[in-house]
């Protein structure tokens, strides 16, 4: 029905940066919230950055280094991510509310995941 599909991860030394893409495609209607988390080993996964139709929010330990982004009419999301620290290595995860066309309701999808590693 829909995709979502991470790419732009890798590997970067500590202050460098990487810019990662989610495409969504598939059986869509419309967008509403998208947003970017992360999952360390060993911990949950965390919330980083997040845009609804009306606002755009950070976890605090990436407020002022990552941007989140998106283009609406190629259904693309992005994230910049500026002066990395080893603490941000994990695999990121692109989530999309997705009303499917013919739908009523918004269905949530997550990406496969792609891998940031960032090294002191």
């Known amino acids: 029905q829909v995709q979502l599909v991470e790419s732009g991860g890798g590997q970067v030394q500590a202050g460098g940066s990487l810019r990662l893409s989610c495409a969504a495609s598939?059986?869509?209607?419309?967008?509403?919230?998208m947003g970017w988390y992360r999952q360390a080993p060993g911990k949950q996964r965390e919330l980083v950055a997040e845009?609804?139709?009306?606002?755009?929010q950070y976890v605090d330990s990436v407020k002022g280094r990552f941007t989140i982004s998106r283009d609406n009419a190629k259904n693309m999301m992005y994230l910049q991510m500026n002066s990395l620290k080893p603490e941000d290595t994990a695999v990121y995860y692109c989530?999309?509310?997705?009303?499917?066309?013919?739908?009523?309701?918004?269905?949530?999808?997550w990406g496969q995941g792609t891998q940031v590693t960032v090294s002191s």
């Open positions: 989530n999309a509310r997705v009303l499917l066309a013919g739908s009523a309701l918004y269905t949530n999808y």
């Open positions: 598939g059986n869509i209607f419309a967008l509403n919230t």
């Open positions: 845009l609804t139709l009306v606002a755009t």
